[in-house]
Antibody, heavy 119, light 111 residues
């Protein structure tokens, strides 16, 4: 069974960089899949941040593209997210999720991790 | 790419049906048969319920069905049960920049 587990600091200061990791088990990040980050501000809806393909292609949400970096750590079978210059509007539960190649839906999700931006 | 439009709430009594709409544009919902629906219970991760407009993943009850007409997709939950009370989000592929766009979510209440 595929399992995704997000981890990282729960509190980030304004204008700092948010860094999260998603540990993947039951699948390989190099197995021709897309690995996504999606966030959800408290009490609000879902927002797609972007996804990275097993062989390096990346697509970002244009509204976040200037601040986002995603990458794969193939040695540890992990997916990483960096979001720079964060503000309070970046406070959200951050989910990682899997998307099969040539498909447009997310079939497995992590449990999510809450990141609060505050001084 | 703007968010897809969903009604904020919907409700029905046990055994009844509820229909949730999801309106986009020709650039997303109307342009592709790539609408999916997710169910989210409080404090939990979203769960895929419908993909490619009408298809159900293994394990999803056939009480859940999807359809699309023009730029609007719909999720129908028939024979409402207490456990169907949750937030539901639609999503669509948007060809520009290989984007994914979500709806704002609909809270379904079982009366």
């Amino acid at each position: 069974q595929v399992q995704l587990q997000e981890s990282g600091p729960g509190l980030v200061k304004p204008l700092d960089t948010l860094s999260l990791t998603c540990a993947v088990s039951g699948d390989s990040v190099t197995s021709s899949k897309w690995w996504a980050w999606i966030r959800q501000p408290p009490g609000k809806g879902l927002e797609w941040i972007g996804y990275v393909y097993s062989f390096g292609t990346i697509h970002y949400n244009p509204s976040l593209e200037s601040r986002v970096t995603m990458s794969l750590d193939t040695s540890n079978n992990q997916v990483s997210l960096r979001l720079t210059s964060v503000t309070a509007v970046d406070t959200a539960v951050y989910y990682c999720a899997r998307k099969l190649d040539s498909k447009t839906y997310f079939d497995f999700w992590g449990q999510g991790t809450l990141v609060t931006v505050s001084s | 790419q703007s968010a897809l439009t969903q009604p904020p709430s919907a409700s029905g009594s046990p055994g009844q049906s509820v229909i949730i709409s999801c309106t986009g544009t020709i650039s997303d919902v109307g342009g592709y048969n790539y609408v999916s629906w997710y169910q989210q219970h409080p404090g939990k991760a979203p769960k895929l319920m419908i993909y490619e407009v009408t298809k159900r993943p293994s394990g999803v009850p056939d009480r859940f069905s999807g359809s699309k007409s023009g730029n609007t997709a719909s999720l129908t939950v028939s024979g409402l049960q207490a456990e169907d009370e949750a937030d539901y989000y639609c999503s669509s592929y948007g060809g520009n920049h290989n984007q994914v766009v979500f709806g704002g979510g609909t809270k379904v209440t079982v009366l």
